[in-house]
């Protein structure tokens, strides 16, 4: 088709025709434009001839002297031309005899304008206008045509691209809001429970176990003469003994529904729920003879070579009633448990004890 010096038209491939991959901010400069603007004085010819080799042209942008007239988008082109005796009066005509009859208002943009402002604007025009070509100005005098059907697809997309990025940002706020909980759940040296999360689990069980009438058992377990081995060896390397303490009690528990705490200092405690005192007897051994394979040595220690612990043992059936047995209460069962401590301490240190029911 020959070429016409007063009108330039740029009709991309058909993939193009479709938004790209789109950012939040992405304005209307990164959508497909048509480039498609002839001179008011030219004849309605030249539209006709365009708009058949493309079906996808939304319209034309008419010019006069260089500097933007207007629009007529295809539709309204289409419209007039098919009224009675609409060839014979625009089509060797000047399209400015055209526009007189098909002028609108139309929706000027700058490039640079967001997507989504200018979907909003889009849809924010009357009802006849809705469908309305957008023309797009990318710098002084240089206009292009933006279709409306591409302009809400671009909207869509980066509607959704948002959705996406939200319901990431909220995941990823979800787990940090996680880890934060569980920081503060854990005691900062040896990585188990704390004290606080010690107190919430043992109420928590308690009252379970009352509901089944299972047993729940707790160890109170202390690093044998550890200012000694402060003293000795260093607060770093107190901090390492202890962190080989929480490790030799967290591999000698059983069940995931068992709880490594830090009770305080050099104390540590072990909830053992489901446990009788038989089962918390060989928890407590176990986690004896596991410390006492690290063979951390303790030198000056009275009660071995090495490090040890002393560990005390106490279980119950909880009551949510309180009655029934003599550790009606997490407290009591603390006191118990700490009692037997007390008792493996007098007896020589290294060494599993457990409580026996108060008089």
Same mark, same amino acid.
């Given at each position: 088709?020959?070429?016409? &010096?007063?009108?330039?038209?740029?009709? &991309?491939?058909?993939?193009?025709?479709?938004?790209?991959?789109?950012?939040?901010?992405?304005?209307?400069?990164?959508?497909?434009?048509?480039?498609?603007?002839?001179?008011?004085?030219?004849?309605?010819?030249?539209?006709?001839?365009?708009?058949?080799?493309?079906?996808?042209?939304? #319209?034309?942008?008419?010019?006069?002297?260089?500097?933007?007239? #207007?629009?007529?988008? !295809?539709?309204?082109?289409?419209?007039?031309?098919?009224?009675?005796?609409?060839?014979? $009066?625009?089509?060797?005509?000047?399209?400015?005899?055209?526009?007189?009859?098909?002028? +609108?208002?139309?929706?000027?943009?700058?490039?640079?304008?967001?997507?989504?402002?200018?979907?909003?604007?889009?849809?924010?025009?009357?009802?006849?206008?809705?469908?309305?070509?957008?023309?797009?100005?990318?710098? &002084?005098?240089?206009?292009? $045509?933006?279709?409306?059907?591409?302009?809400?697809?671009?909207?869509?997309?980066?509607?959704?691209?948002?959705?996406? $990025?939200?319901?990431?940002?909220?995941?990823?706020?979800?787990?940090?809001?996680?880890?934060?909980?569980?920081?503060?759940?854990? /005691? #900062?040296?040896?990585?188990?429970?704390?004290?606080?999360?010690?107190?919430?689990?043992? +109420?928590?069980?308690?009252?379970?176990?009352?509901?089944?009438?299972?047993?729940?058992?707790?160890?109170?377990?202390?690093? /044998?003469?550890?200012?000694?081995?402060?003293?000795?060896?260093?607060?770093?390397?107190?901090?390492?003994?202890?962190?080989?303490?929480?490790?030799?009690?967290?591999?000698?528990?059983?069940?995931?529904?068992?709880?490594?705490?830090?009770?305080?200092?050099?104390?540590?405690?072990?909830?053992?729920?489901?446990? /009788?005192?038989?089962?918390?007897?060989?928890? #407590?051994?176990?986690? +004896?003879?596991?410390?006492?394979?690290?063979?951390?040595?303790?030198?000056?220690?009275?009660?071995?070579?090495?490090?040890?612990?002393?560990?005390?043992?106490?279980?119950?059936?909880?009551?949510?009633?309180?009655?029934?047995?003599? $550790?009606?209460?997490?407290?009591?069962?603390?006191?118990?448990?700490?009692?037997?401590?007390?008792?493996?301490?007098?007896?020589? !240190?290294?060494?599993?004890?457990?409580?026996?029911?108060?008089?």
């Amino acid at each position: 088709m020959p070429s016409l &010096p007063s009108a330039q038209l740029s009709v &991309p491939p058909m993939w193009e025709t479709f938004p790209p991959n789109l950012l939040l901010d992405s304005t209307l400069e990164h959508l497909s434009l048509w480039d498609f603007q002839v001179e008011s004085s030219d004849r309605g010819q030249i539209v006709t001839e365009r708009l058949e080799a493309n079906p996808l042209i939304p #319209g034309v942008i008419l010019t006069e002297g260089g500097k933007l007239l #207007g629009m007529i988008s !295809r539709r309204r082109f289409l419209e007039y031309l098919s009224r009675p005796y609409g060839l014979e $009066l625009f089509l060797k005509r000047p399209l400015k005899s055209l526009y007189r009859f098909a002028c +609108r208002d139309i929706l000027l943009l700058r490039g640079d304008s967001l997507i989504v402002d200018a979907a909003r604007q889009s849809l924010d025009r009357s009802p006849e206008l809705l469908y309305e070509p957008i023309v797009v100005e990318l710098s &002084p005098h240089n206009y292009r $045509l933006l279709d409306v059907h591409e302009l809400l697809i671009a909207q869509s997309q980066i509607h959704a691209l948002a959705t996406q $990025l939200l319901n990431q940002a909220y995941q990823e706020l979800d787990e940090v809001y996680k880890q934060l909980q569980r920081q503060a759940c854990l /005691d #900062g040296l040896t990585q188990v429970a704390n004290r606080r999360r010690f107190d919430e689990y043992l +109420r928590q069980e308690w009252l379970q176990m009352a509901r089944v009438r299972s047993p729940l058992a707790l160890i109170m377990a202390d690093v /044998d003469y550890f200012k000694l081995y402060n003293d000795t060896y260093g607060h770093q390397q107190g901090d390492d003994c202890l962190k080989a303490v929480a490790l030799a009690i967290t591999q000698a528990t059983r069940s995931p529904s068992d709880l490594v705490a830090r009770y305080g200092g050099e104390e540590f405690a072990i909830v053992l729920p489901n446990t /009788d005192a038989s089962a918390a007897l060989l928890v #407590g051994e176990d986690i +004896r003879s596991r410390l006492k394979a690290m063979a951390i040595a303790h030198q000056g220690s009275p009660a071995c070579e090495c490090v040890s612990l002393s560990l005390g043992v106490a279980c119950t059936v909880p009551d949510d009633e309180n009655g029934g047995s003599y $550790l009606c209460s997490p407290e009591k069962l603390i006191a118990a448990a700490d009692c037997a401590l007390y008792q493996a301490k007098k007896q020589g !240190r290294d060494r599993v004890v457990l409580s026996l029911p108060w008089s």
